[in-house]
Every structure is written in structure tokens, then in C-alpha cells.
């Protein structure tokens, strides 16, 4: 057994030693050390960046087995196409807008049509481009690679050229076997995967958002002209003292709204923003960065939690410097206490409803509510505004604070919430001397969507507006006036806005496009501005 052992080894080593068995050991070394230049050029250097209309593209090229493509799209996720086969994946990266560019956009909407004509020839160009760069890098890679290793010109040489051959041969590969009807049947991930059931018609909406690109320079306009409203508007005039604070709610991760919360918070001269909740649309962690342009108003940011926002998001939201999240708890604000708890129901898909959602007495909103109010009873502090995202948590709140704040519904609504019961006590009778002051009346403002309701709010043939209000609280902390503010959904022209007194009958807003302000006409304008 041992000479039979012996005698292969024998065998082996002759086998090695003659010249061809050396010869092919040599080039395999080379193969191998040119595969991995070309691998490790690939991963470090083929990529670029290029400009696809607004945004700055980012291009990578990898090794890989099925090819394809990859296309993400913070923070909706991404799309997977089988768009070719060969060893080689093709990855774009559409995470962030030239500034620039977007502005040239705004400024020329006739430039919106000639960006998605040559939005294809961009990324032809980009594609070829780093095509070329990937050849290049994995050949140099190679190159220096081998001279590290060989110190032999001749299998420096041949390691360069097996490295364009592999990569030319892969790049062509790719190149022969393009699928470009593979586009219109991607694989979602992410957000997207969600993508008919948020937005409806996909090709319906393509369609609007095509006659929307038409007039979006009309709405930026309108935005920048909301402030010139409030000169028509002479039922209330804040002091110095005022203390100004716009309600948003609902913003369902529509990108535009911050744009129009900037105009206002500058323009209105606003001292906080309060937000009551849904602030997003599914409650992932890729949304987590939509949240991050609180940060950039300048001012308080008050935020409450809502159905379609997870714990994740609202410790994104607490993460931004400016921004205080109240879950039942309370913060006191230019002098202002505000009291606040998260919508209790984590329900963003709604097309089923919640297990409790035919028995009222188990509500988890109504005993979210009842938490808040007890809280607010037995701080010690009397607080001015309570804050909750769906209606349905106020009405325990009825008699502890003078005003709730809430979204949800999409739907401006204000109302009067009914007087609480008195606390029947039978063991002690009232004096007959004693004063028994009335309940407080507490006031609830429901907000619309300061988003326009998202995505959603494309479903329908009218755009949902977007709407907010400023509210106007004097020296003693009450709520004297507040301005609701509305513009129309993507694409239109219309801005409205109507200012009304607390307590007093105001007439609707005009819809007359000839009326640009909703004011009754016949009333004398005023010259106070809405800041200090």
C-alpha cells in the first residue's frame, strides 16, 4: 500500500516537472490574478455619476451571475429589470436632485418636456460611459496587480490583455442581449412594492402628471403669492404679543409640502409648527429620511404620531434638533403648553379595518384619549393645546384643555366638543352657597392634508389641495383667530386662504378665479401684513 502511495507521488512530481505541466500552472496563475484586477477594478472604480433631468444619477457596474438591472429610488425603493444577461449588473441610483437644474426646471416648465425627451439619450450616454470606464479600470487593475506578483513583462502583458478580452467579452455580452421591453415588466421592492394600492391607475396618473408639468411653474407662483392675501383680510389684526403657530397634518410624504411650510413659516412670521401625525405613508425605515427637512424650518417642530407613521419614524422625527415629539407628554413653547399622544393603531394599509373597529367601548383611540386627558388633570400645569391625529381621540379631552388638534380625516372641520358629564359625587352634597363654574369649552380644529393626502390624492380627477392653518394665541394663551390656507393639488392654479375670528359665523371662501384671495368682495383691505 505504502509503494503504491509512493510511487503516484513519484508520478505527480514528474508530471510537474516536465515543461508544459509548468507552463499551464503559470498561466493559470496569471488568469487568476488578472480575473481578480478585473473583479476588483469593477467594484472600486466603475462608477460614475450623470444628470437625468433634475437628478444627479449615480451609475455603478458589478460582477454578477444573472446580469439585470437595478434602479433604486429613495425612499420608495427600488425596481429590477431583466434587462440583460451576461456577468455583468448595472445598478442606478436616483437619490438626489441637482438643485440647479431643478430651479432651471421651475423657472422654464417648457424644459420639463425637453428633460424627459432626453431623459433616454442621458442614460444611453451614461451607460456607455461607464462601459468604457469599468473597461478601463479592470485592465490598469490587472496590469498592476500581476506587476506586483510576476515582475515579468511578458505575463504583465497577458494579464492586461485577458482582462480586456473578459471584459470586453462580458460588456458585449450584456450589450447583445438587451431587453429593452424589460422595462415595463419590473420586480418591486421596497415601497414600491406597495405601488397599486397607493397610487391607483399608474397609466391614468402618468397621464395627469403630464398636463400637471404643464402649469407647475403657476403653482410655485401662487405659493410665493399666498402672503399677499392677508392684506384683504381686516376682521383681525395680531399684536406684537401674538404668538403664531401653523398646524399641519397629514403630509403622506408629498415632497412639495415642505416647500410650501418654508413660505409660510417665513412669510407668517410662525413661532412653532405643530404636526399632528402621518407625516409619511407606510411607516418604513427608507422614509425615515423624508422627515429630515424639519430641520431646515428654523422654528419648533411639535409632532404627534399618527396611524400610518411606526415607531421607527417618529424617532427619525426626534433625531432632528428642532423637533419635540410628544407621546403623552407635554412641552411648553413660547409660552404655550402643548400636551400630545400617538395614535395608538399602527394601520397603514387600510384596506383592513382593525379587529376593534366595531366596538366603540374598546376603542384604543378613545382610551388614547383618556390617558392624555388624565395626564393633562394631574400635571399641575395648565395646558393650552392637547394634540392627537384622529378625531376620535378627542372627546375625552372635552372640558381639560380649551383646544385639540387633529388630522386624519383629510377634511378641515371645526367644532365644539360636547361638555363633559359632571362627576357625580353622592356621599357629599353642595353647599348651597357654593359657585359651580361651567366646564371649560374646548374647541376642536380637524386639518386636511398638508400633503394633498400623497400619492392618494391622484386617485380621483381632482387633485386633493393641500391644506394648513396659522393659528393667531394672545398674551393669555387663548386662540383669538387662525387663517386656513389652501392650494390646489398638483397642477392647479388655484390659492385660497380666509381668516376667522374664534366664535364668529365667517362667510365660505369665493371659488371666483377672479377673486384671487376667497374674500368677500365689497370689504376694505387692509394694510397690516400677517408678521410682526
Known amino acids: 500500500m505504502n509503494e503504491t502511495i509512493s510511487r503516484a507521488r513519484a508520478a505527480v512530481v514528474r508530471t510537474w516537472q516536465r515543461p508544459w505541466a509548468r507552463r499551464l500552472s503559470v498561466w493559470a496563475a496569471v488568469l487568476a490574478v488578472s480575473l481578480t484586477g478585473v473583479v476588483v477594478g469593477t467594484m472600486l472604480f466603475a462608477q460614475s455619476e450623470i444628470a437625468v433631468g433634475p437628478f444627479r444619477a449615480d451609475m455603478s457596474i458589478s460582477p454578477s451571475v444573472e446580469g439585470g438591472t437595478e434602479v433604486d429610488i429613495p425612499p420608495l425603493g427600488s425596481l429590477h429589470l431583466d434587462s440583460h444577461d451576461g456577468p455583468i449588473h448595472l445598478k442606478v441610483n436616483l437619490g438626489s436632485l441637482d438643485q440647479e437644474r431643478t430651479e432651471a426646471l421651475i423657472d422654464d416648465p417648457t424644459a420639463i418636456s425637453a428633460a424627459g425627451q432626453s431623459a433616454v439619450d442621458d442614460v444611453t450616454k451614461g451607460v456607455l460611459q461607464l462601459g468604457l470606464r469599468a473597461l478601463g479600470a479592470a485592465i490598469v487593475c490587472a496590469l498592476i496587480l500581476s506587476a506586483l506578483i510576476f515582475r515579468n513583462i511578458r505575463r504583465v502583458a497577458a494579464a492586461g490583455v485577458l482582462a480586456l478580452v473578459v471584459t470586453g467579452g462580458s460588456l458585449g455580452l450584456a ?73 399641519v397634518s397629514d403630509l403622506h410624504l408629498n415632497p412639495s409640502s415642505w416647500g410650501v411650510i418654508r413660505t409660510v413659516v417665513k412669510q407668517w412670521d410662525i413661532d412653532a409648527v405643530v404636526d399632528t401625525g402621518d407625516i409619511v405613508d407606510w411607516g418604513s425605515s427608507a422614509e425615515t429620511s423624508y422627515v429630515s427637512s424639519i ?238
Open 295 to 532: 430641520g431646515q424650518l428654523g422654528v419648533p417642530y411639535i409632532y404627534v404620531r399618527g396611524n400610518h407613521d411606526s415607531m421607527a419614524i417618529q424617532e427619525a422625527v426626534a433625531r432632528q434638533k428642532n423637533a419635540t415629539v410628544l407621546d403623552d407628554t407635554t412641552v411648553t413653547i413660547n409660552g404655550l403648553t402643548f400636551a400630545g399622544i400617538g395614535d395608538p393603531e399602527f394601520t397603514p394599509d387600510k384596506s383592513e379595518p382593525p379587529p376593534d373597529a366595531g366596538d366603540p367601548a374598546v376603542s384604543p383611540l378613545l382610551t388614547s384619549g383618556e390617558r392624555l386627558a388624565a395626564t393633562i388633570r394631574g400635571g399641575g400645569t395648565k395646558v393650552d393645546v392637547a394634540l392627537v391625529h384622529d378625531p376620535a381621540m378627542a372627546p375625552p379631552l372635552s372640558g381639560a384643555v380649551p383646544l385639540v388638534l387633529a388630522g386624519h380625516t383629510h377634511k378641515r372641520e371645526v367644532s365644539v366638543l360636547a361638555a363633559p358629564s359632571p362627576a357625580a359625587s353622592p356621599s357629599v352634597a353642595p353647599s348651597p352657597s357654593a359657585v359651580v363654574e361651567p366646564p371649560q369649552e374646548t374647541r376642536l380644529l380637524v386639518e386636511g392634508s398638508s400633503g394633498g393626502a400623497g400619492l392618494r390624492g391622484l386617485e380621483k380627477e381632482a387633485p386633493t389641495p393641500l391644506m394648513m392653518s396659522v393659528l393667531y394665541f394672545d398674551e393669555t394663551h387663548a386662540l383669538k383667530a387662525y387663517d386656513d390656507i389652501q392650494l390646489g393639488g398638483t397642477g392647479e392654479q388655484n390659492v385660497t386662504m380666509q381668516r376667522k375670528l374664534v366664535g364668529v359665523d365667517e362667510p365660505e371662501p369665493t371659488t371666483d378665479p377672479s377673486v384671487f384671495n376667497g374674500v368677500t368682495p365689497g370689504v376694505n383691505p387692509s394694510s397690516a401684513p400677517p408678521g410682526r
Open 175 to 247: 450589450a447583445g442581449t438587451i431587453r429593452p421591453d424589460a422595462i415595463s415588466e419590473p420586480r418591486y421592492e421596497g415601497l414600491l412594492v406597495n405601488a397599486p394600492a397607493v397610487v391607483g391607475d399608474a397609466r391614468r396618473i402618468a397621464d395627469n402628471y403630464g398636463r400637471y408639468a404643464d402649469q407647475l411653474q403657476q403653482l410655485v407662483s401662487n405659493v410665493s403669492r399666498i402672503y399677499t392675501t392677508v392684506s384683504a383680510l381686516p376682521v383681525f389684526e395680531p399684536a406684537t404679543n401674538t404668538t403664531r403657530i401653523l398646524h
